[in-house]
């Protein structure tokens, strides 16, 4: 699959998970909309991460000729997603909300941030 074709998919996935983390980050928690919409954002946060796994690094030190630390996110996502998700199950709320709160300043608010970095992706979009 073509870069461009990866990034349209990332990009399809991850901006709804930014609005969706920010209701859930807002909303009443363990009503039937926040279990919802959580697994929609999990699902998507998912996909998102596997998808930038296929996406060689651009900018930076490389491992392997295609990580980058911005790969770090991806990781820190497949980690996160389900282990959160199974402290909610196993009822350990705390660490659930602390998962939570971690993917999504992480993974969503750092990780956006960086890709309006000169020499990036949205950077060559929004800037150029």
Same mark, same amino acid.
Request: charged content about 15%; hydrophobic content about 50%.
């Given at each position: 699959?073509?870069?461009?074709?990866?990034?349209?998919?990332?990009?399809?996935?991850?901006?709804?998970?930014f609005f969706i983390g920010t209701i859930l980050l807002l909303i009443?928690?363990?009503?039937?909309?926040?279990?919802?919409?959580?697994?929609?954002?999990?699902?998507?946060?998912?996909?998102?991460?596997?998808?930038?796994?296929?996406?060689? &690094?651009?900018?930076?030190?490389?491992?392997?000729?295609?990580?980058?630390?911005?790969?770090?996110?991806?990781?820190?996502?497949?980690?996160?997603?389900?282990?959160?998700?199974? &402290?909610?199950?196993?009822?350990?709320?705390?660490s659930h909300k602390r998962k939570m709160i971690l993917l999504y300043?992480? &993974?969503?608010?750092? &990780?956006g941030a960086f890709t309006f970095t000169p020499g990036r992706y949205?950077?060559?979009?929004?800037?150029?």
């Amino acid at each position: 699959m073509e870069y461009s074709e990866l990034m349209l998919i990332h990009l399809v996935t991850v901006v709804p998970c930014f609005f969706i983390g920010t209701i859930l980050l807002l909303i009443k928690k363990g009503t039937n909309l926040h279990k919802k919409l959580g697994l929609v954002y999990m699902i998507l946060m998912m996909i998102t991460a596997c998808v930038t796994l296929f996406m060689p &690094a651009h900018l930076g030190t490389r491992v392997l000729n295609h990580f980058g630390l911005i790969h770090s996110f991806s990781f820190l996502t497949i980690y996160t997603v389900p282990t959160a998700y199974i &402290a909610a199950k196993k009822g350990d709320i705390k660490s659930h909300k602390r998962k939570m709160i971690l993917l999504y300043f992480g &993974a969503i608010i750092i &990780a956006g941030a960086f890709t309006f970095t000169p020499g990036r992706y949205l950077y060559e979009i929004f800037f150029r």
